[in-house]
């Protein structure tokens, strides 16, 4: 088979997957206009998502360790895909809402269960390879998402984006399938170590499940609330406007794999503090009324959570010998509650304090993760992986 070909077809399926969950952050006020409802009702087509997402991605891990995967493959596109095409026709926010979260919960059938076939089914030297093209299209993805959200708005309508959304998953999924190698029908190994509930509690990597908790709270929910922040004066920006200051998102292609290996010379722990840092200053220099000084503290925002989340992720996997597939689960798990819960606390934040209450529920979680991350610096320090 061409490596190249699949590594195309991995980077367009997973790709097509992620502009799902951030397709209506640029247009959250037109939403709310449309539909009539609260700031805090609209932004919940966000984190609907990110709950369903959150709230499956333990089954679908499961489910891929012990049935064929291209069968879950398959049903995760009929229903993000006709979930999509559902939300360009509803009128009704709780349905609308519904079906966001519908697409939340199957999105793990084309992510989660897509890395499982592709780490049974390939072999080590190509694995790395693919999981890179996996990864770079997460980015992508998230990026895509917004822009086309955003970009399609004005000369048509957001729904058309849903549209769009729909076939491209239902199109890279199909062709992702006809191009992934001959699935290993054999049952799956059981891996030996420690279980889901031994791996929540412990102690060594509960400050690592924080700090992915509360990276994510912070970048999602201040992105989520930017339209609202750039459409209002001084800024006074249009959804065109808005959407382009998302290409600040693709610094993330080039911050995590620097971020890895500023881990591998300094340690993880030195790296999330620095991200740490980056985050902070990022927002700090936000609050200034010009759109440079925004469009410069989000790309500090994006570059210091990149750097943060690759090293969390890098020291979770590294603390361990056995049960890395259920531990980075877990993470995911408290990564995506993060994003979900940030909407929703900054969303009233937001509506008492606008902006400022954003900025100050964000430096307070910094506070919560730099403790998490000096922990970490310390235990690397004593030798205590």
């Keep these: ?5 699949l590594q195309l077809a991995i980077f367009a ?30 932004s919940q087509s966000v984190s609907m998502v990110i709950l369903g997402v959150a709230l499956s991605t333990l089954v679908f891990g499961r489910l891929a360790d012990s049935l064929p995967i291209k069968p879950l493959i398959t049903l995760g596109c009929v229903f993000v895909a006709g979930s999509g095409l559902a939300c360009a026709a509803v009128h009704s926010m709780p349905l609308f809402l519904a079906l966001r979260f519908l697409q939340g919960l199957f999105i793990p059938a084309l992510t989660t269960c897509l890395a499982a076939y592709l780490a049974r089914t390939l072999p080590v030297e ?12 997460t980015v992508a993805g998230g990026l895509g998402g917004r822009l086309l959200g955003g970009w399609i708005h004005p000369p048509l309508h957001w729904r058309y ?12 999924t199909a062709a992702a399938l006809m191009v992934l190698p001959p699935e290993n029908r054999t049952k799956a190994h059981t891996a030996s170590g420690p279980g889901y509930r031994e791996l929540a509690t412990s102690a060594r990597l509960l400050p690592l499940f924080l700090v992915g908790f509360g990276s994510l709270f912070i970048y999602g ?21 808005i959407t382009t200051v998302y ?39 936000s609050r200034a009324p010009w759109m440079a000084a925004v469009v410069l503290g989000l790309c500090l925002l994006c570059a210091g959570f990149f750097a943060v989340h690759t090293a969390a992720v890098g020291a979770m996997n590294r603390s361990l010998t056995e049960s890395r597939g259920r531990a980075n689960s877990l993470y995911i798990l408290w990564y995506y509650l993060g994003g979900s819960c940030g909407i929703t606390v900054m969303g009233w934040a937001w509506q008492h304090a606008a902006w400022n209450g954003v900025l ?13 991350a000096l922990w970490e610096k310390r235990l690397e320090h004593t030798g205590r992986r």
């Design 1 to 5: 088979m061409n490596a190249r070909l």
């Design 13 to 42: 399926q997973v790709s097509a997957c992620f502009t799902t969950i951030y397709l209506v952050q640029p247009v959250l006020p037109i939403l709310q206009a449309e539909f009539g409802v609260s700031l805090t009702q609209a």
């Design 126 to 137: 190509r694995l790395n390879t693919v999981m890179g093209a996996y990864v770079a299209a």
């Design 161 to 172: 984006a849903f549209v769009t959304s729909a076939l491209l998953v239902f199109v890279t």
């Design 221 to 241: 929910a201040t992105f989520n609330y930017l339209p609202y922040y750039l459409a209002a004066p001084p800024f006074s920006a249009s959804t065109n406007t």
């Design 247 to 285: 290409f600040t998102y693709l610094i993330g292609v080039v911050v995590a794999p620097a971020s890895g290996r500023i881990s591998n010379r300094r340690g993880n722990g030195f790296t999330m503090l620095l991200g740490l840092g980056l985050m902070g200053l990022g927002l700090g220099i």
């Design 360 to 372: 100050a529920v964000g430096f307070a979680m910094l506070l919560a993760l730099a403790a998490a």
